[in-house]
């Protein structure tokens, strides 16, 4: 293999990973604060992309305003969900918040189906067309690619500080570490929950619309990208977001080479099996600490 | 000896939980295991059961050494328990959550359920009948038909005791059974704790309530963060300097 | 023995014979397709109502046994082998049955496996490709095995979209009849609709006494209480490991069963029978029908599959099973039919009439 084509591969590899790395995230800032896995997480990536899509194709937004308006009424989809479907029940079983979640997942999935119909659709590029590059090390690279590697290191460093650093935020990981106790400290904690769906949300479509030039849009592409968003924050273990980016950035690695090895239409499946393998012999996550993970409430 | 237990030893993390505890269970009498919040009783009991596996030490029952084995083998063999939040199945009458307890004691498997085979129906009887002999030892037989969930919290406790006789144990662990009893029912469960020490049932129980523990135990051990304090007759334990010193002293916890 | 928990099921035969008759004298006997497919659609409902209603485990990818079941059968009943006819060991396995020569609507030749074998690999296959996925999977609880069961179910998806034998994107057409008895097949063409009618009511009835034979035994028991508190349940001695297994393996081999005779019946099967829709849908039902609740489960699996089938929610369907899953787990977490509603009513009726019975006895007292 030529270092032209390797460095195409692995530019992809983390392209698509950096996404993985995202949506792991989202699934990661919900489940500390709830312990749910939100199984439209996925969604609010198609959601944003679509919706800057849209704003941008009415010939007047413009894109950094479309996606500025994507990323805020995919926000206010996230708190209206948390709202009116998780809040007001009652010590739920799992099964019941899976069964939900899955149910909001089709039910918004099926919405953009109706609006936008079937059709693939694509954000415009960031700065220059599909066919311009810059030439970095030797190999062409397409500057959307830059765009999606810097704003979501951006995010996941924005992230870190916001949960370090503001009251918001620690008050968000004290919720995460003992809801109780946060709440006797008078911590909204219900106020936490609705704001994580939104940090999920806001970040998720954010990362559609990086990636939408590139990887194209279609509202049934949610589920796969939850899948392996998760199977991303369970190599990391659960709960654990610097794990999440290498995690990834791992697996976006892994699919891209994998297409050496197996055809491309079993692609998919390699992270599907990583999914399995992991489980079966570590189901705290590569990075994850037994002890921590028997705590968690499952 | 019907229960051994040999320098056992579990951590968390850097908890060291229970620390280097031996000692044993004769047949046929009542051991209490007191100690204050934390000593690791409950602890101790996960071990005993298989709940938890120890980080070194040995535990043998009728001198079998049921330390590797799985909870469900070790349950079979004769070890039969109640939770300190008690576990009583949802959704299932009194009764059926009874006969759930003669798991152990019957064989029907997957295929011959499915089959509905004859031998089955004698044994579904069986369980039935002995079940229904359970509950009315224990006086419950008025409400075999109810949701277990719906009964007061006291009568949840006896039918988790229930549960447990209906393996027809050896060895029966009883965690704080008296925990969030009121006083009549209270005496009523020192009763009933004698009653199955007479039909031959050797018992282990772990308690906060010391006037229960000293009215009805046969031997006491006790625990002060993981490690044994004092071990003897009741009588003996109240006259104990370190034990009157760190729990007894405390008032009742 | 006890006789009573089949007392249903004479009721449900007549409700049987009472449709097929109302069809066939109005005309509408074209009703009955949608009822044929929706039965063995059903058969995965009652696997999924054991496996989740009773021993508490989600899964969302049986649509990948159903599948598994359909796809296995077809391919063993179409594959051609005219080719090598001649050799001795297929002269050989045609002698023993196991081989069958037909000809396709073309008046070629096919040497493929008959079905009676096929249906029996099929379920050989599904057996130990749900041993296989159960024993790691099982081991996990809530959202991971929801998840890993989810990605079981993509990955039957992906394998059947692009595999060469399984069809691809088309599935496999052209699947022959099943002839369970000489003078029975399993088929969709019209003139067989009533026999195949009671066929797959038939087998429907064996899942559901199989069901309800587990359901009320030791180990219908033992699941109930591994669904209640899995740790109470290893404390009483029950194998939770092993229980959760079988009845995994055991729902599997309903979804495939289901999904061999609909091949048969529908003359082919296409991945989409695979889908992870499929498997969150087959969720639903369940979650409708009440979970634990094997009747209601039937009722629902068989009412709302036909009115899929006949086109009823139209391009709304997807979003129809979402909001079902949604309003149910909201506001009815057992179901709407109630397990034990007839036998509620029948005791209020009781006491009802145990009342004027006593305030009888009393008036007389009085008067004495």
């Known amino acids: ?298 | 000896m019907l229960l051994n237990i040999q320098k056992l030893n579990r951590f968390f993390g850097g908890l060291h939980a229970v620390n280097d505890i031996s000692f044993s269970v004769r047949q046929g009498i009542i051991k209490a295991v007191i100690g204050p919040n934390g000593a690791g009783k409950t602890t101790l009991f996960n071990l005993i059961t298989g709940n938890l596996k120890p980080d070194s030490g040995d535990i043998f029952f009728k001198d079998h050494r049921i330390t590797p084995l799985k909870e469900h083998r070790i349950a079979a063999l004769g070890i039969s328990r109640t939770f300190q939040t008690t576990k009583l199945f949802s959704h299932m009458t009194v009764c059926r959550n009874v006969m759930v307890g003669r798991h152990i004691r019957t064989k029907a498997g997957f295929i011959s359920s499915i089959l509905n085979l004859p031998f089955t129906w004698k044994e579904e009887k069986e369980i039935r009948l002995k079940s229904l002999e359970i509950l009315r030892s224990l006086e419950l037989a008025d409400c075999e038909d109810e949701d277990a969930h719906n009964l007061s919290f006291g009568k949840q406790r006896l039918v988790e005791i229930a549960r447990a006789l209906a393996a027809e144990p050896e060895l029966l662990l009883l965690d704080e059974p008296a925990a969030g009893l009121n006083i009549h029912e209270t005496e009523k469960l020192a009763e009933i704790i004698l009653q199955i020490k007479n039909r031959g049932i050797t018992i282990l129980l772990v308690e906060h309530d010391i006037s229960l523990v000293m009215g009805i135990s046969d031997e006491v051990f006790v625990l002060d963060r993981g490690k044994m304090l004092a071990e003897g007759k009741p009588e003996d334990i109240q006259k104990n300097r370190d034990v009157i010193n760190t729990y007894l002293g405390e008032g009742d916890a | 023995m006890d006789v009573k928990r089949y007392r249903p099921i004479a009721v449900l035969l007549i409700i049987i014979v009472f449709i097929q008759l109302i069809c066939t004298f109005t005309g509408t006997e074209f009703f009955l397709t949608q009822i044929i497919m929706a039965a063995y659609f059903s058969l995965v409902i009652l696997g999924l109502c054991l496996l989740m209603g009773h021993a508490g485990q989600i899964s969302l990818g049986h649509a990948g046994f159903f599948a598994i079941g359909g796809y296995t059968s077809a391919t063993l009943t179409t594959i051609n082998l005219i080719d090598i006819a001649d050799s001795g060991v297929a002269g050989f396995l045609k002698g023993a049955g196991i081989l069958f020569l037909r000809k396709d609507i073309y008046g070629e030749e096919i040497l493929s496996f008959s079905p009676w074998v096929a249906f029996i690999a099929a379920l050989v296959v599904t057996i130990l490709i749900a041993f296989l996925i159960g024993i790691p999977v099982l081991r996990l609880k809530g959202h991971y095995l929801a998840m890993a069961t989810l990605g079981f179910g993509m990955i039957i998806t992906t394998i059947v979209r692009g595999t060469r034998i399984f069809g691809e994107a088309d599935g496999i057409s052209s699947v022959p009849a099943f002839d369970l008895l000489p003078v029975l097949r399993v088929t969709g063409k019209s003139i067989y609709r009533i026999e195949n009618y009671y066929i797959a009511w038939f087998i429907v009835i064996i899942a559901l006494i199989i069901s309800l034979n587990l359901i009320n035994s030791r180990v219908g028991r033992a699941l109930r209480a591994i669904h209640g508190s899995e740790e109470a349940a290893r404390a009483i001695g029950i194998d939770t490991a092993r229980y959760k297994l079988y009845t995994f393996v055991l729902s599997a081999v309903f979804a495939a069963a289901g999904g061999v005779f609909l091949t048969h019946y529908n003359g082919g099967i296409g991945p989409s029978q695979s889908s992870v829709m499929k498997s969150v849908r087959y969720v639903a039902i369940v979650a409708v029908g009440g979970m634990d609740n094997i009747w209601g489960c039937l009722f629902m699996g068989i009412l709302l599959n036909f009115l899929t089938l006949r086109g009823f929610f139209g391009t709304l369907e997807e979003v129809v099973f979402g909001g079902i899953l949604i309003v149910f787990m909201l506001f009815f977490p057992r179901g709407i039919l109630k397990p034990g509603m007839i036998t509620s009513f029948r005791n209020a009726i009781r006491k009802c009439g145990l009342k004027l019975f006593r305030m009888r006895g009393k008036s007389k007292q009085n008067a004495a």
Request: glycine share 10%; hydrophobic share 55%.
């Open chain 1, 1 to 298: 293999m030529s270092f032209d084509i390797f460095l195409q591969y692995f530019l992809s590899g983390i392209t698509v990973g950096s996404i993985y790395a995202v949506v792991a995230i989202g699934f990661n800032i919900i489940y500390n604060t709830t312990g749910i896995i939100n199984f439209a997480q996925g969604e609010f990536v198609i959601l944003g992309a679509l919706f800057a899509i849209t704003f941008t194709r009415t010939g007047f937004i413009p894109l950094p305003l479309a996606i500025l308006f994507a990323v805020l009424i995919t926000t206010g989809i996230g708190a209206a969900i948390e709202i009116v479907f998780i809040k007001w029940i009652k010590n739920p079983s799992v099964l019941r918040l899976i069964i939900i979640t899955i149910g909001i997942s089709i039910i918004s999935r099926e919405t953009a189906h109706h609006i936008w119909g079937e059709q693939v659709m694509q954000m415009p590029y960031f700065t220059g067309t599909s066919t311009s590059s810059v030439i970095i090390l030797g190999a062409s690279i397409a500057p959307q690619v830059l765009w999606v590697l810097g704003i979501s290191g951006i995010i996941v460093i924005v992230l870190q500080l916001f949960f370090k650093f503001t009251l918001t935020g620690k008050a968000m990981r004290a919720c995460a570490a003992n809801r109780t106790a946060a709440r006797l400290c008078g911590i909204n904690a219900k106020m936490m929950v609705t704001l994580s769906f939104m940090i999920s949300a806001a970040i998720g479509a954010l990362a559609g619309c990086i990636t939408s030039p590139i990887t194209q849009t279609q509202y049934d592409m949610g589920s796969p990208l939850a899948i392996k968003g998760f199977v991303v924050a369970i190599v990391g273990g659960l709960g654990n977001s610097t794990a999440a980016v290498v995690g990834g950035l791992l697996l976006g690695l892994i699919e891209s080479f994998s297409i050496i090895f197996i055809p491309n239409a079993f692609k998919d499946v390699a992270a599907i099996i990583i999914l399995l393998v992991i489980l079966f012999f570590k189901p705290s996550g590569i990075f994850g600490k037994k002890e921590e993970s028997a705590l968690k409430e499952f």
